[in-house]
């Protein structure tokens, strides 16, 4: 949009509009013509659309695949099993996606409803809906803009875009015509859809609507956003490898068995019943289990999780982008320094809206806190549902009404009638009141230091003094304000000479406001550090504001690692991403440029958490690795957006999600390989018995039999474990890195233990009798399985992280050692073509199982610890 650096008369000519407005017959033409102010949205697919692309997940399919093979094989309860697994992952992606689809809703009620516009040199209200480019739109306090305008008649008109740039003081609007190429936050001639007018009134001609404005293109870079998740894609990776593994095993098996002369119907159901078992079917459910315990635990803490899969992300961040308004910071200016000619600085206590403390100023600082009181068109409330102090206006003027509660300048104050104001403009920078006081009129005067000083009395020395402490507050990163005022004796004429009444000040001082800091938010930063996450501060503020909040926060950040808006337009792709790891402080950067900020990181490899709580954070939101958005004073949009909500918008929450985060995801892979050792011993065994032409090591049964007591309560307590003790010293973990090398090596080393035991115990016994043989090695890959779950539990050695810290390991072992038991010693034998065992069997393979136990427990201790 380059409207912004022409002069208001070619404005107009290109839109074929004038100042008096559209006339009906052109503003219907161009309704037809360019639609609807609205956002155009993609065609929405159904819920059955969704439902039925939730099938096209290659595990689900493979799944499905053996549920059906499970009904010609296996009994019907085991059958149902397996169905409502299914139905179990497919309803909750199902959920997922449902939701993604509001994400643009949220987006639709930024739209005001009413517009004021001109037709025909004629005001009249109409639906926003039906603004078209080339209505002249009316704006008043209190409105929100209705569409993107090109302001031609500006009245103290400010408007509070922090929503929209981050910038967290509200734009005087001046119409002239800019000439450089700005960023968002410094075209002051525009005016953007969604943003709020909170002082003045003006007239602006429509140059955008729809979604062809500022906001309308966020709409569509969220909408383009990709939703795949690290987690996803290993899952359907894995699910991939396995079934092609299994496909070449069973394959091979059956061709084996044919040359053999075996019977089809026994290679068949051979073939089948090893599908099923190294099909994983109890890992799609577990994952699901053990991302929904993560989230009620985030929850507890919160941190609201949107979609599932963002808790794995959240594991692997290692830069978080913070945008600095309303995350680091309160959005509550404050004065926090005042600074008196004879008194020289004086800090004042208290951040925030908050009145409190109470003060007791001398007469100078009484002055000076009374003009900045008076000299004010903001109001201060109670909230009384939300319990805490809101300002209506200009933050700045609300931060002066503060400090003049503070002071209880209010009660001084009541009888005092304002006679007149003269508005703020970008010439004099200042604005001004008039007051009767009494039999008494007063002039008070605030705005930019340099202004108030030009026309104030006031000596050289003091001059310099007062410029000194400008720029010395300044460099703190504080925004600095000048108070004076006169007592006027003449009679006021109307309208008022600004130049001839502003004159001969009393010079009253210097206000410092800053934004505070967000509570417990600098230790929260120093977690993030010693957890190896890279903090970035984003902002639409000026750079010596971010940096100041830097320095408050303990990072060590120099000019050297720091870039600007501007500077960061003039970089290349090449150039940007060749910088990008050194920089930690974004400034007067526009909601574009925050979502080139995230893709260069993630372009470098990093993954990427993004804060935010506004309507120019959400496509950043959107396109992070995982976007965090704050639940008390996020907008809507910036909520759907967002991967993960802190409903307490405390930066500080964000700690503890990472763990809880990193404990899944480390769960995750202990689980994961687990199942797959015990997968993978079955369908070994009898593979290696095949090609050996021995006799099969278990019956199809048994290998059903050892699924169902082996998968299911055992792994899912391992999704349960505690963290490991410095799980927040660890690196995050990298999502680009597959995980399934480390997954199936450990699968493999253990499978192998458990293989070569179980056929030395079944070629020992082979000789005496098939069928004990065959129950030999029955009992012990379920004992085998059973132990070195144990194992997994932690990457220290058992003794070190506490034998029984996990009670349901404990009480899911012992249950699957009873149906164990009952499989042998109960008339579930014979089905399953098993035999009881005596007791001096039990104790070799117990033997054998603690002995394996044992040397993966100690190797833990030459491995530094690193298991996985």
């Not at 019977?263 to 890992?283: I, M, Q």
């Amino acid at each position: 949009m380059e409207d912004y650096r022409k002069p208001i008369e070619q404005v107009f000519q290109d839109l074929k509009s004038d100042p008096h407005g559209l006339t009906e017959k052109e503003a219907q033409i161009r309704l037809r013509k360019y639609g609807p102010n609205i956002l155009k949205k993609k065609k929405a697919r159904s819920a059955f659309e969704i439902f039925i692309g939730q099938l096209s997940n290659f595990l689900v399919l493979l799944l499905i695949f053996a549920l059906l093979i499970s009904l010609f094989t296996q009994p019907l309860s085991h059958s149902l099993v397996l169905f409502f697994i299914i139905l179990l992952n497919v309803l909750m992606g199902f959920v997922l996606e449902l939701k993604a689809e509001k994400s643009l809703e949220a987006l639709k009620q930024i739209f005001t409803p009413k517009a004021t516009v001109l037709r025909e040199g004629q005001e009249k209200m109409i639906e926003a809906s039906e603004l078209v480019i080339g209505d002249v739109v009316l704006l008043n306090q209190g409105d929100r803009v209705p569409a993107d305008l090109r302001v031609f008649e500006s009245s103290n008109l400010e408007i509070d875009e922090s929503a929209l740039t981050g910038e967290s003081v509200p734009v005087s609007k001046n119409p002239a015509p800019l000439p450089a190429t700005l960023p968002l936050a410094e075209r002051k001639n525009l005016a953007f859809c969604g943003t709020l007018v909170t002082s003045g009134r003006g007239k602006g001609v429509v140059v955008a609507t729809g979604s062809d404005t500022e906001i309308g293109q966020i709409a569509s870079s969220i909408q383009e956003a990709p939703e795949t998740t690290p987690l996803q894609e290993r899952l359907n990776y894995l699910g991939k490898i396995l079934a092609s593994i299994s496909f070449i095993f069973v394959v091979g098996i059956f061709l084996l068995g044919f040359l053999k002369g075996m019977k089809p119907l026994e290679l068949l159901n051979y073939s089948l019943a090893l599908l099923v078992s190294a099909a994983p079917e109890g890992l799609p459910t577990i994952v699901t289990l053990t991302l929904a315990i993560g989230v009620i635990k985030m929850a507890n803490n919160k941190a609201i999780v949107r979609k599932l899969p963002a808790v794995e992300t959240l594991a692997g961040v290692n830069v978080i982008c913070v945008d600095k308004t309303g995350t680091l910071t309160k959005n509550e200016m404050t004065v926090k320094r005042v600074w008196l000619v004879q008194t020289g600085e004086i800090e004042i206590q208290g951040e925030g809206y908050l009145p409190e403390p109470k003060i007791q100023p001398k007469a100078d600082l009484q002055q000076l806190i009374k003009a900045g009181f008076l000299c004010n068109n903001a109001a201060l409330n109670f909230n009384q549902e939300k319990k805490r102090w809101e300002v209506v206006g200009d933050p700045t003027e609300g931060a002066l009404l503060v400090l003049g509660h503070k002071a209880e300048i209010e009660r001084e104050s009541q009888n005092h009638k304002r006679i007149t104001e003269i508005p703020f403009d970008e010439k004099r920078r200042l604005m001004s009141v008039i007051f009767q006081e009494e039999k008494k009129t007063f002039l008070y005067t605030k705005g930019a230091p340099e202004a108030v000083l030009s026309i104030c009395r006031l000596g050289e020395k003091e001059k310099k003094s007062a410029e000194k402490e400008i720029a010395k507050l300044s460099q703190e990163g504080y925004r600095v304000l000048g108070l004076g005022f006169k007592e006027i004796k003449e009679k006021i004429h109307s309208p008022v000479d600004r130049e001839e009444i502003e004159k001969g000040l009393s010079f009253l001082g210097l206000v410092g406001l800053i934004d505070p800091l967000a509570p417990r938010v600098k230790e929260a930063m120093k977690l993030c550090q010693s957890a190896q996450i890279k903090p970035v501060i984003i902002t639409g503020d000026h750079k010596l504001t971010a940096l100041n909040i830097a320095h408050q926060l303990g990072l060590p950040i120099s000019e050297e690692n720091i870039l600007t808006g501007d500077q960061l337009e003039a970089l290349s792709e090449e150039e940007l991403a060749k910088s990008i790891e050194r920089i930690a402080l974004f400034a007067r950067v526009s909601p574009a440029q925050k979502t080139k900020i995230v893709k260069a990181f993630q372009k470098k490899g990093y993954q990427v958490a993004m804060t935010g709580d506004g309507v120019n954070d959400a496509p950043a939101l959107k396109i992070a690795d995982i976007g965090i958005a704050l639940g008390q004073r996020g907008q809507d949009i910036a909520k759907e957006a967002g991967d993960l909500i802190l409903t307490d918008d405390r930066f500080s929450t964000i700690e503890k999600a990472v763990e809880y985060a990193r404990t899944i995801y480390d769960n995750i892979q202990k689980f994961t390989s687990y199942l797959l050792a015990g997968n993978y011993i079955e369908i070994s065994l009898v593979s290696l018995a095949f090609l050996l032409n021995l006799p099969a090591p278990l019956t199809p049964l048994q290998i059903l039999w050892l699924n169902l007591i082996t998968e299911g309560g055992p792994a899912l307590a391992l999704a349960v474990e505690k963290p490991e003790p410095k799980i927040m010293e660890e690196p995050p973990k990298n999502p680009q890195k597959t995980t399934l090398l480390p997954l199936l090596a450990a699968a493999v080393l253990l499978a192998s233990l458990g293989i070569l035991s179980s056929g030395i115990l079944f070629l020992s016994y082979l000789g005496v009798d098939e069928t004990l043989a065959r129950s030999t090695v029955f009992a012990f890959v379920a004992l085998y399985e059973l132990t070195i779950i144990l194992s997994f539990r932690r990457k220290e050695p058992f003794w070190q992280g506490g034998v029984f810290s996990n009670r349901w390991m404990i009480a899911a072992v012992l249950s699957s050692l009873l149906l164990q038991f009952l499989a042998l010693y109960s008339p579930l034998s014979r089905p399953l073509g098993a035999t009881a065992l005596p007791f001096s069997h039990w104790l070799i393979l117990l033997c054998v199982s603690l002995g394996v136990f044992l040397v993966l427990e100690t190797s833990k201790l030459f491995k530094n610890k690193k298991w996985f």
